[in-house]
Each structure stands twice: as structure tokens, then as C-alpha cells.
């Protein structure tokens, strides 16, 4: 009965940038943070970004830290990831999903996933 669903991803050259948009419906459910997460072919889904609700914090893997922004609007229940200057290996399927707590890293719920391509 949770919803997540993910859009803005495309095609775009080196340098170029995205807006990705992560959009929460259905039931109320619990949600402590954020996260985006990313996975491209035959490599292991990787840690993008998280945001925290609760004050806005905010925390990137080094490989986007500078380029990527994470933010989040409570009253549209929709989070976002800007990507600036993006690379050929920033190429990927992005993924949101709710963490529920701050006591525990997991994840219940996650989208379909969104393609981003940068070619060079």
C-alpha cells in the first residue's frame, strides 16, 4: 500500500545535469530519512546520499560529494537528488527508499528505479 516512485532520469552528455524526483504516496507509513541509491550494470547497488527529515542533514558517498545535492519537501512527500557535473560512470539506474529509523541502516521500502545515462 506504499508508493514510491521515481522520475527525471534521461540522457545527457558529460558536464550536463539531472533533477531526479522521488515521490512517497498510499498509506502513512514511518520515515526517518531518505535514501538514494544506484546500480549500473554488473556492478553491486551502491550508497548515493541520504536526507534526515529532522533538521535536513544530509550525507553523500565520496563519488557524488560536491557534484550531487539531496532535499526533500515534506508537504509534497517528495524527495529529490540534483546532479551536476555528471560523468560517464555516473551512469545507472537511481533507486529512492524510505528509511524508517535512525537506529538501523535498512530500507523498507524502494522504487522502480529511474535510468540515467551520461554519455561521453
Known amino acids: 500500500q506504499v508508493q514510491l516512485v521515481e522520475s527525471g532520469g534521461g540522457l545527457v552528455q558529460a558536464g550536463g545535469s539531472l533533477r531526479l524526483s522521488c515521490v512517497a504516496s498510499g498509506r502513512t507509513f514511518s520515515s526517518a530519512a531518505m535514501s538514494w541509491f544506484r546500480q549500473a550494470p554488473g556492478k553491486e547497488r551502491e550508497f548515493v546520499a541520504t536526507f534526515r527529515w529532522s533538521g535536513g542533514r544530509a550525507i553523500y558517498a565520496d563519488s557524488v560529494k560536491g557534484r550531487f545535492t539531496i532535499s526533500g519537501d515534506n508537504a509534497k512527500n517528495t524527495v529529490y537528488l540534483q546532479m551536476n557535473s555528471l560523468k560517464p560512470e555516473d551512469t545507472a539506474v537511481y533507486y529512492c527508499?524510505?528509511?524508517?529509523?535512525?537506529?538501523?541502516?535498512?530500507?523498507?521500502?524502494w522504487g522502480q528505479g529511474t535510468q540515467v545515462t551520461v554519455s561521453s
Open positions: 527508499a524510505n528509511r524508517p529509523t535512525l537506529t538501523q541502516v535498512s530500507h523498507d521500502y
